[in-house]
């Protein structure tokens, strides 16, 4: 089958969300009770409150190119998930170098996936308490695991480190959502691509955004990931309150690679970077991140269900 191409664009020629918990301690599932947010955040979700998923599950946000908004959309989703559902949710920094989930929410902690990873070697099988201590806590219930904040303790993981830390994670956690990155060639992408169970693809607008997409579908599709994404989420977030290029054509060229293709309308609060505040968000991508959550859980769910 020939290659689809992206449309053009503005400059640009047509050449150029019932569940099932995994177990956990008493002590540690005492803090699924009522958190802030929980009653709307459940009007807001509609289905994916419902729907019921069985397990653990990998959740992996890759942006298309760097800078597209990937570390936003893992702090939304994430957040979102742990207000709608009951089972344990976590966000996961696993950019090779460091990335920026940690700046998203308040700092309680200086654990992250490298001490975590490396404590799993040198005690072997954690508690869910233990593993709770490195984790951000934050208003929604939602568990962050950030990247090292010094810079001269980080450095990229190793495919066998980052193995530890999804493991341990999911023996606690229903959802585990993981802040990827846009290179395709590096390991820890890879391995991620192999175990995720559900896909979002980030995209930026512009005419960047649509080549940085086209080359992330192909080499996808490529490279033994078709249906995976086939079932994938694809979200374009509006980093600017333009109104961008020629979306209806970006959206019909993803839709035809992907289950879905979501927009995130430009947000203030958001655009300014620092701890995201729920509070501070706009209504309107609040609305906009209700279908979003529940494609992925509804597409978690039909995968689960088709491989019983």
């Not at 449309?7 to 050449?15: D, K, R, T, V």
């Amino acid at each position: 089958m020939p290659e689809r191409v992206p449309p053009p664009l503005a400059g640009q020629s047509s050449s150029a969300m019932s569940d099932t918990s995994p177990p956990r301690s008493r002590k540690y599932a005492r803090r699924s009770e009522t958190r802030p947010g929980r009653r709307a955040a459940e009007r807001s979700a509609g289905p994916a409150v419902d729907i019921r998923v069985e397990g653990s599950h990998q959740v992996l946000i890759l942006p298309c190119a760097g800078g597209v908004g990937g570390t936003t959309l893992c702090a939304l989703l994430g957040t979102e998930l742990a207000l709608a559902r009951s089972g344990r949710v976590v966000a996961v920094d696993i950019h090779p170098n460091g990335g920026s989930l940690g700046v998203r929410f308040p700092h309680r902690t200086d654990a992250s996936v490298r001490s975590l990873a490396e404590a799993v070697v040198e005690r072997g099988r954690l508690t869910a308490v233990q593993v709770e201590a490195f984790l951000q806590d934050t208003a929604s219930r939602l568990g962050v695991l950030t990247s090292p904040r010094a810079p001269e303790v980080t450095e990229a993981l190793s495919t066998a480190e980052l193995r530890r830390v999804t493991e341990v994670l999911q023996e606690y956690h229903q959802f585990l959502v993981l802040d990827g990155c846009s290179d395709l060639t590096h390991a820890l992408t890879q391995a991620t691509l192999c175990t995720a169970s559900h896909l979002a693809l980030v995209v930026g607008t512009g005419v960047d955004g649509a080549v940085a997409a086209a080359d992330t579908v192909k080499w996808l599709r490529h490279n033994g990931f078709e249906e995976l994404l086939s079932r994938s989420d694809a979200v374009v977030i509006r980093r600017s309150a333009s109104r961008g290029a020629r979306l209806p054509e970006l959206r019909e060229y993803l839709d035809s690679f992907c289950a879905s293709t979501s927009l995130l309308p430009y947000d203030a609060h958001l655009a300014q970077g620092g701890v995201l505040d729920r509070r501070l968000v706009s209504t309107s991508l609040r609305k906009a991140m209700s279908p979003i959550l529940a494609n992925v859980v509804q597409g978690i769910a039909r995968a689960s269900a088709s491989t019983d």
